[in-house]
């Protein structure tokens, strides 16, 4: 898929910006702090209707006005329009100008994967944001996942209150309180059998490409759910996860809160058979993200029959030359890539040729070459 064209409105530094893109290579470029990463910021909400930088949607909308827009025009095997309205407390979303109130279905439409120099965290990070990672991921390929995820979580947040409100097990509903743990666990079963697939799939994919880019061979990704998954069935899940928290239950009240369950989980990233989060250099850690990504994109290419847009902002000056054309070799010609650089020439010659040129300015593009 291509994003044709982007329209923006108070976005950010922007007043007002249109973009015609290119279908293969877009580089756009700039001095730190013009609004390279704000464009693709407004991509990325676009795609997901949430950013991966900003807080609240209210930092996306610029400042002393009351609302920002975002609209653009995709291509896949239809054409659509999608667009996001950001008020200070408000996002509608709108698919070919018709309101969309479940998010899930509009996730789906613009798949985009994007690199940047914060992905790092997702190896030194707290396990909520590998958590989020997975969430993105799974969303942007099942509507049900995101839909589960989102039952989860209100489930999730009925249950800690309740737990918040008691004091010991006498003062248990039991009945009540049954029903909703068996809820929760439905959904888990759920959210832990995609998640577990996910990252089995990755470590069909990752392995390779770590070692293409490396040569070191035993990269793995270690799925750290909170029970035991392993060769479980639907039922044997269930059964697990429902003793845990039967078991734990008055800990789960002195403690106020659900021990077990997918919003627990976590995963590592691993090089023979050792934590790249504990042991890994800064290097090997870049790598094993880069990996990551690029083994999404087969993922994306497996699953949803179609090329993600990819997104790239300023990971060129962070790479070593034979790191950069292995990145490229794995983006191959036939997808919408967008870039950001502060300086050209970190870019080969071979792809500026193809590629269209965008330089901006403080909010503004100053200069576009075909
Ligand atoms: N809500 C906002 N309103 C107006 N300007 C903003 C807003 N948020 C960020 N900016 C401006 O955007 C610029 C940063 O843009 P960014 O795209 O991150 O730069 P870079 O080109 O380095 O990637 C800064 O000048 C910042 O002041
Ligand atoms: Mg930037």
Not at 117 to 127: A, C
Not at 224 to 244: H, V, W, Y
Not at 328 to 350: A, P, R
Request: aromatic share 8%; charged share 30%; hydrophobic share 35%.
């Amino acid at each position: 898929m291509i994003l044709k064209n982007l329209e923006l409105i108070n976005f950010r530094n922007y007043d007002t910006l249109t973009l015609n893109l290119n279908k293969n290579i877009n580089i756009i470029y700039g001095n730190n702090g013009e609004g390279k990463t704000n464009i693709l910021e407004s991509i990325y909400v676009l795609a997901l209707t949430k950013s991966h930088r900003a807080l609240h949607n209210a930092d996306l909308i610029q400042k002393e006005k009351e609302n920002a827009l975002i609209k653009g025009t995709i291509l896949n095997d239809l054409s659509y329009n999608l667009e996001i309205a950001l008020t200070k407390t408000k996002k509608q979303v709108r698919i070919d100008n018709n309101q969309v109130t479940k998010l899930g279905d509009y996730i789906s439409k613009m798949n985009i994967i994007i690199f940047y120099s914060e992905d790092l965290d997702l190896i030194r990070g707290f396990p909520s944001y590998r958590r989020k990672y997975l969430n993105l991921e799974l969303s942007q390929i099942s509507k049900n996942y995101y839909n589960t995820v989102n039952d989860y979580n209100k489930l999730l947040k009925i249950r800690n209150d309740y737990l918040k409100k008691i004091n010991n097990k006498e003062e248990i509903n039991q009945s009540y309180f049954d029903v909703l743990t068996d809820y929760l666990v439905e959904k888990s079963i759920f959210i832990y059998q995609m998640r577990e697939k996910y990252i089995n799939k990755l470590n069909e994919i990752c392995p390779n490409i770590y070692k293409d880019i490396t040569g070191d061979s035993n990269f793995l990704i270690k799925y750290l759910p909170t029970i035991n998954l392993q060769n479980q069935d639907k039922e044997m899940i269930k059964a697990i996860l429902k003793k845990e928290l039967t078991n734990n239950l008055e800990k789960e009240i002195k403690l106020k809160t659900t021990l077990f369950g997918p919003h627990r989980d976590d995963f590592d990233f691993c090089l023979n058979n050792q934590s790249l989060k504990t042991y890994g250099s800064q290097g090997q850690q870049r790598v094993a993200v880069l990996t990551l990504k690029l083994a999404e994109i087969q993922i994306f290419k497996d699953y949803k029959k179609n090329n993600p847009i990819i997104l790239l902002d300023d990971v060129f000056s962070e790479l070593d030359h034979q790191k950069k054309n292995n990145l490229l070799k794995y983006i191959d010609s036939g997808m919408q890539v967008i870039i950001t650089t502060t300086d050209l020439d970190n870019i080969d010659e071979k792809i500026k040729k193809n590629a269209k040129l965008i330089q901006v300015k403080d909010g503004k593009i100053v200069e576009e070459v075909n």
